[in-house]
């Protein structure tokens, strides 16, 4: 084992040198080498920006968490950042610095976190997890030390002039985009709202009788205002997600009963369509610790996109199966697929496949994917597509299985 530890370090120097300076490149040199560390299932460098921590690189159970952003006073590896000290946390379930229910939901037990220097600051930390409890010893803490050293000299290569323009260039992005979404927020959501009720309202004939021809026009603005409203939510919801302020309301629940509120809601929708919604179900409840109506969204948004996707008479089918600890939800469609060449950027935020737009002849945002990857992500889970299945196309999530049942 220390042979190919020494490999492995070997290995992420090596890395380094040729990444010439290039801060990603070595962020992924450290998570991806795991022979230095291999009881652990999971790698991570987190890094400072302002009073956030967030997932710069990552690997294992954790892979799918990069972007994610936390307070920096929420978690062990924020306590490290502040007091520039390295920290061991033998069990996740006994130690109250840490968040239980985020440390299960990547299936973290015990980890160990240490700080990266930078010009006299602790710039970050990287952190290794494991999910059994004390995994790690001092040999262990001791490589982790001799790792953030290789770290810290990314860092260092990185020209001064290059990260001065970097953090200005990310920070006008950055004020751009809340901009943005602050005036979508203040400024279209209110308006089109009002729109749109009163436009429910002249179609009721609150405005008096009207013609068949002012009730056709009527119908054109309110599916408009309806398609405008949800694009408003859409960017909401994506910018709520990038900046951690989609609150969880956790608890045990069964999963067949969301299912069946996804059911009973979109019929009406999915009917218009002419397409039929099915949903296969164990007898058994499957109980999941996770925000029921984030769930239902995440659900609700892969029902819309295969119903919009199938043709009339076809069939949308949602099963819940288990497989070891986590429950699955797959939702398949008969629709023409997903093309191959799309796939890579499937869950890319306003990205749209031709072939499927060219298929539905419906416009659209391209977010719903990504917002429902971003939802499932938060709740512990995962989100891709069933390569396999060569007919239509067909969506799995998988979470964990609630510890309390």
Do not use: W
Request: proline share 4%; with cysteine; charged share 20%.
């Amino acid at each position: 084992m220390a042979t190919e530890r020494f490999r492995g370090l070997i290995t992420i120097q090596h890395a380094i040198g040729e990444a010439r300076g290039d801060l990603k490149t070595v962020m992924q040199a450290i998570v991806q080498e795991s022979s230095v560390m291999p009881q652990s299932n999971g790698i991570v460098v987190e890094l400072r920006d302002g009073d956030q921590l967030y997932y710069a690189a990552a690997s294992g159970s954790s892979a799918g968490l990069i972007g994610l952003r936390l307070p920096l006073n929420a978690s062990l590896s924020g306590l490290c950042i502040l007091t520039g000290e390295p920290l061991y946390c033998e069990d996740s379930h006994q130690d109250p610095r840490v968040n239980r229910a985020a440390c299960d939901r990547v299936g973290l037990r015990s980890m160990i976190v240490v700080p990266i220097p930078h010009q006299g600051q602790t710039v970050g930390v990287l952190k290794y997890h494991s999910d059994m409890p004390s995994a790690f010893d001092e040999q262990d803490m001791l490589i982790a030390h001799l790792l953030v050293g290789p770290i810290a000299v990314g860092f260092s290569s990185v020209a001064e002039a290059d990260a001065i323009r970097a953090k200005v260039d990310l920070q006008t992005v950055v004020t751009m985009k809340e901009q943005f979404v602050s005036m979508v927020s203040h400024e279209l959501r209110t308006p089109v709202t009002s729109i749109a009720g009163s436009l429910a309202l002249l179609s009721g004939g609150a405005g008096g009788e009207l013609s068949d021809r002012s009730l056709s026009l009527i119908a054109i603005a309110s599916r408009n205002a309806d398609r405008l409203k949800k694009l408003v939510n859409d960017l909401l919801d994506v910018n709520r997600l990038e900046s951690g302020g989609m609150a969880l309301s956790l608890a045990d629940v069964d999963a067949r009963a969301i299912l069946g509120a996804v059911v009973e809601e979109n019929g009406p929708f999915v009917s218009e369509a002419g397409v039929v919604l099915k949903l296969h179900e164990p007898a058994a409840p499957v109980y999941l610790e996770t925000d029921k109506d984030l769930l239902f969204q995440a659900v609700t948004n892969l029902v819309s996109n295969a119903a919009k996707f199938s043709g009339a008479g076809s069939t949308v089918t949602i099963s819940l199966t288990t497989a070891g600890d986590s429950a699955l939800i797959r939702v398949s469609d008969e629709g023409p697929g997903v093309p191959e060449a799309f796939r890579s950027r499937l869950f890319d935020r306003f990205s749209q496949s031709e072939h499927t737009r060219d298929a539905t002849h419906l416009p659209g945002s391209g977010l719903g994917l990504a917002i429902t990857q971003g939802i499932v992500q938060q709740l512990g889970g995962a989100i891709r597509l069933d390569e396999a299945v060569k007919t239509g196309a067909t969506f799995e999530i998988a979470l964990p299985l609630s510890t309390s049942h």
